[in-house]
């Protein structure tokens, strides 16, 4: 496995688009690097992100850097910041997890809880109008069983520093046998966000909006196309819109949002956000079989008018 990985780094290594290199050598487009054993992505030249996939429970980005290299997501537990609270560890910034496969727990970091291992890079590419990671990753239990696989591709496109946008398709496959996606509220593409950005807390003065005009607090466990949370950050409002696109199975999603920043869309816990019967949500994956979800990642100036987030989306939904 090892093996493979190192192969593929070094093919992008001795990979690099002519014709994109401006004043100074800067790489005008998405340059997506291996560095200290992360992929550093940046973007015109300007720090994005960087990819962990070593020595973690599952892989995440950290820190992301929004409009103008605004830091939009939490720093802990990778880093101490002003303003953090040390609840919910593994809440890493920006990644995709779910709380129940077949029972076993991918969503916390308890002594009970399975792992998203990493296993190879099918794809790194940089370019002109974007940047590709895509990865083959393991879902292994408590004891060591791999429950399934998963094939994350990441598209980060080329925009102006006023704006950042990621597309995250994610494709679960019962490579190792049936899948159940368990009913709970505990998942699964997620982001925790800056301190600032938050609706409660010391330094909290951020809100939520979603695709059917409801507001804060009240759009958890709300269905909708899409969720839009904003709030300052070095006293400029920034953004952060996640779309679900509307071929994604049970579109329009329902929302695990809350007030102290994390923020996740959740097609599967419909026995916590509707009060219905437990298992309500549960959806089987046949063995050898696959379903997939497609969301866009919208980080913006403003708040959501500002932002154009309604408008956006009906472009994301077109594509």
Same mark, same amino acid.
């Given at each position: 496995?090892?093996?493979?990985? /190192?192969?593929? !780094?070094?093919?992008? +290594? !001795? #990979?690099?688009?002519?014709?994109?290199?401006?004043?100074?050598?800067? #790489?005008?487009?998405? /340059? +997506?690097?291996?560095?200290?054993?992360?992929?550093?992505?940046?973007?015109?030249?300007?720090?994005?992100?960087?990819?962990?996939?070593?020595?973690?429970?599952?892989?995440?980005?950290?820190?992301?850097?929004?409009?103008?290299?605004?830091?939009?997501?939490?720093?802990?537990?990778?880093?101490?910041?002003?303003?953090?609270?040390?609840?919910?560890?593994?809440?890493?910034? #920006?990644?995709?997890?779910?709380?129940? +496969?077949?029972?076993?727990?991918?969503?916390?970091?308890?002594?009970?809880?399975?792992?998203?291992?990493?296993?190879? &890079?099918?794809?790194?590419?940089?370019?002109?109008?974007?940047?590709?990671?895509?990865?083959?990753?393991?879902?292994?239990?408590?004891?060591?069983?791999?429950?399934?696989?998963?094939?994350?591709?990441?598209? +980060?496109?080329?925009?102006?520093?006023?704006?950042?946008?990621?597309?995250?398709?994610?494709?679960?496959?019962?490579?190792?046998?049936?899948?159940?996606? @368990?009913?709970?509220?505990?998942?699964?593409?997620?982001?925790? /966000?800056?301190?600032?950005?938050?609706?409660?807390?010391?330094?909290?003065?951020?809100?939520?909006?979603?695709?059917?005009?409801?507001?804060?607090?009240?759009?958890?466990?709300?269905?909708?196309?899409?969720?839009?949370?904003?709030?300052?950050?070095?006293?400029?409002?920034? @953004?952060?819109?996640?779309?679900?696109?509307?071929?994604?199975?049970?579109?329009?999603?329902?929302?695990?949002?809350?007030?102290?920043?994390?923020?996740?869309? $959740?097609? &599967?816990?419909?026995?916590?956000?509707? *009060?219905?019967?437990?298992?309500? @949500?549960?959806?089987?994956?046949?063995?050898?079989? $696959?379903?997939?979800?497609?969301?866009?990642?919208?980080?913006?100036?403003?708040?959501?008018?500002?932002?154009?987030?309604?408008? *956006?989306?009906?472009? #994301?939904?077109?594509?």
């Amino acid at each position: 496995i090892r093996s493979a990985c /190192l192969a593929v !780094l070094a093919a992008f +290594i !001795l #990979f690099f688009p002519t014709g994109v290199l401006g004043g100074e050598n800067v #790489f005008k487009g998405v /340059l +997506i690097s291996p560095v200290d054993g992360k992929l550093r992505v940046e973007i015109n030249g300007e720090f994005f992100t960087e990819y962990h996939y070593q020595d973690v429970s599952r892989p995440f980005f950290y820190p992301v850097m929004g409009p103008e290299g605004h830091a939009m997501t939490r720093n802990w537990p990778m880093a101490e910041g002003e303003g953090e609270s040390h609840d919910h560890p593994h809440h890493r910034s #920006f990644w995709y997890a779910h709380g129940d +496969i077949n029972g076993h727990d991918f969503w916390s970091e308890s002594d009970k809880a399975g792992t998203t291992r990493h296993v190879a &890079f099918l794809r790194i590419t940089s370019g002109r109008k974007s940047g590709v990671i895509k990865t083959l990753n393991h879902l292994v239990a408590k004891d060591g069983k791999i429950v399934g696989s998963d094939v994350r591709t990441m598209t +980060i496109h080329n925009r102006p520093s006023s704006e950042r946008v990621v597309d995250f398709d994610i494709e679960v496959r019962a490579s190792h046998g049936e899948i159940v996606m @368990g009913d709970t509220k505990e998942g699964s593409m997620a982001l925790r /966000l800056a301190p600032t950005m938050r609706l409660k807390g010391k330094v909290a003065k951020g809100h939520i909006e979603n695709s059917e005009g409801v507001k804060d607090g009240e759009t958890w466990g709300k269905r909708a196309k899409w969720v839009d949370y904003h709030g300052p950050v070095n006293e400029d409002v920034v @953004g952060v819109a996640i779309f679900d696109h509307p071929e994604n199975p049970r579109h329009p999603t329902w929302w695990h949002v809350r007030d102290y920043g994390l923020f996740a869309a $959740n097609p &599967f816990g419909v026995h916590h956000f509707e *009060r219905k019967e437990a298992g309500t @949500g549960d959806l089987t994956i046949k063995k050898g079989g $696959n379903l997939k979800w497609a969301y866009r990642f919208y980080f913006h100036q403003g708040d959501t008018t500002t932002g154009q987030v309604g408008h *956006r989306y009906e472009l #994301f939904s077109k594509e």
